[in-house]
Nanobody, 116 residues
Framework: QVQLVESGGGLVQAGGSLRLSCAASGSSFSINDMDWYRQAPGKQRELVAGITSGGRSNYADSVKGRFTISRDNAKNTLYLEMNDLKPEDTAVYYC??????????WGQGSQVTVSS
């Protein structure tokens, strides 16, 4: 059974940094795209950043220049480096993996809170 385990969330002051990780286990299938989403209270879940198996990345306009997505294919792990954090970045962050088998897995969510 596929399981995605997230780590690295927490409380940080505005202008600070955090690094999220998402490690997969339980599947031998290769992974295509990997994404980070977030959901703030009272808002819809939104795509923050994505990265293809070839390493091509894309970002939401609100995080461009501040967040960096990366992946380690050997470890089936996804990362999100978040710098210059703002209070509006406060949300629960979810990782999302698209397996070549067609299966889509979600992480359990990591709370990121940015104080002003």
């Amino acid at each position: 059974q596929v399981q995605l385990v997230e780590s690295g969330g927490g409380l940080v002051q505005a202008g600070g940094s955090l690094r999220l990780s998402c490690a997969a286990s339980g599947s031998s299938f290769s992974i295509n795209d990997m994404d980070w989403y977030r959901q703030a209270p009272g808002k819809q879940r939104e795509l923050v950043a994505g990265i293809t198996s070839g390493g091509r990345s894309n970002y939401a306009d609100s995080v461009k220049g501040r967040f960096t997505i990366s992946r380690d294919n050997a470890k089936n792990t996804l990362y999100l480096e978040m710098n210059d954090l703002k209070p509006e970045d406060t949300a629960v962050y979810y990782c999302n993996f698209h397996y070549k088998s067609g299966y889509v897995a979600w992480g359990q969510g990591s709370q990121v809170t940015v104080s002003s």
